[in-house]
């Protein structure tokens, strides 16, 4: 089945130690999104590429970066976890821009020790 | 800015029916969304209204009066799986000039025996 596919499912890191969490995915979608999403909260929009052109919110912090190397990958880099980053992320994909529905990979829960 | 309200919290038994409003405040419109999420799980599509009216998708219907900024999800013949948080989402131009999902605070349905 095409999937969105998010690796690691949970993720624990300390306070400051950089972590990368990855997704994938097998629909040939051209846009890929990176939501946060903190405990009975809505998700919140961090960036998305399509193809390759990388397009970022205008409050998502420097800490977050992200990388897509080709369609099928894209990384969410943290570059100095706080404790406040502590969430769910969620990757995301549509086919295109409009009124496309966005498939959900089952997201990463990180952990800031 | 962006606002979309829901309520917090909606109860209801088995077999009943339920109807979780969305009220929003956008500088762009493009459309109104519905997305489901379980508890730990990824938020997954479940209808969406473009045009003002009614969309019946087997026991979900989504409604949309863009005069009114006023949408609602009817859930019909409520099953214990029911049980999870629903997202209203708007289509809105973002800072960058592409269409993008901004996500309501959610409800949380509680389905009893």
């Known amino acids: 089945d095409a999937m969105v596919i998010q690796n690691p499912r949970y993720q624990v890191t300390q306070f400051g130690k950089p972590v990368t969490l990855s997704c994938s995915q097998t629909?040939?979608?051209?846009?890929m999104y990176w939501y946060q999403q903190k405990s009975s909260q809505a998700p919140k929009l961090l960036f998305h590429?399509?193809?390759?052109?990388?397009?970022n919110e205008a409050d998502t912090p420097d800490n977050f970066q992200s990388r897509r190397p080709n369609t099928s990958f894209c990384f969410l880099d943290i570059r100095s976890p706080g404790l406040g980053d502590a969430a769910m992320y969620l990757c995301?994909?549509?086919?295109?821009?409009?009124?496309?529905?966005?498939?959900f990979g089952p997201g990463t829960r990180l952990t800031v020790l | 800015g962006q606002s979309l309200e829901q309520p917090s919290e909606v109860t209801a038994v088995e077999g009943a029916i339920v109807q979780i409003n969305c009220t929003y405040q956008?500088?762009?419109?493009?459309?109104l969304s519905w997305y489901q999420q379980h508890d730990g799980g990824a938020p997954t599509f479940l209808s969406y209204?473009?045009?003002?009216g009614l969309e019946e998708t087997g026991r979900f219907s989504s409604f949309l009066s863009r005069s009114d900024s006023y949408g609602y999800l009817l859930l019909q013949e409520l099953q214990m799986k029911d049980s999870a948080s629903y997202f209203c989402?708007?289509?809105?131009?973002?800072?960058?000039?592409?269409?993008?999902?901004?996500f309501g605070t959610g409800t949380r349905l509680l389905v009893s025996p």
């Open positions: 995301a994909t549509s086919r295109d821009y409009g009124p496309q529905r966005q498939f």
């Open positions: 209204n473009g045009l003002d």
């Open positions: 989402a708007v289509r809105d131009r973002g800072n960058t000039g592409f269409q993008k999902l901004v």
């Open positions: 590429y399509y193809d390759k052109d990388f397009n």
């Open positions: 956008t500088s762009g419109f493009y459309g």
């Open positions: 629909l040939n979608h051209n846009v």
